[in-house]
């Protein structure tokens, strides 16, 4: 499935319009996620566990930053989750880029 394509449409247009129908914040969560594996899955079914593992991660995460008790341990979690999204897609081909990086935020 293309964005260009009749296909995309039609599943963008009804995750859109489903998205504003519903409610409660938490379904529309579990909407979009739907929406997702929709989406890659039409592509490529292996995709759909990329969805599953980083959405799982990114709860985790998030459950572990708002127990934790101290700004910075919240700050490190953050940190965490921040550059799991960032360094991959940044082109750092070795430790020492990243760690220099991580030290100056």
Excluded: C
């Excluded at 260009?4 to 998205?19: D, P």
């Excluded at 991660?57 to 700050?75: G, H, N, T, V, Y």
């Amino acid at each position: 499935m293309l964005f260009h394509s009749v296909e995309f449409f039609f599943l963008f247009s009804g995750t859109f319009i489903g998205f504003w129908l519903i409610p409660h914040h938490r379904l529309r969560m579990l909407w979009l996620l739907g929406a997702s594996f929709g989406f890659y899955g039409s592509w490529n079914p292996w995709l759909m566990f990329v969805v599953v593992f980083s959405a799982a991660f990114d709860f985790l995460i998030a459950q572990r930053i708002e127990a934790s008790p101290s700004p910075k341990a919240r700050q490190r979690g953050f940190n965490v989750q921040f550059f799991r999204i960032r360094l991959p897609a940044s082109g750092f081909q070795d430790r020492a880029s990243a760690r220099h990086l991580l030290l100056h935020v």
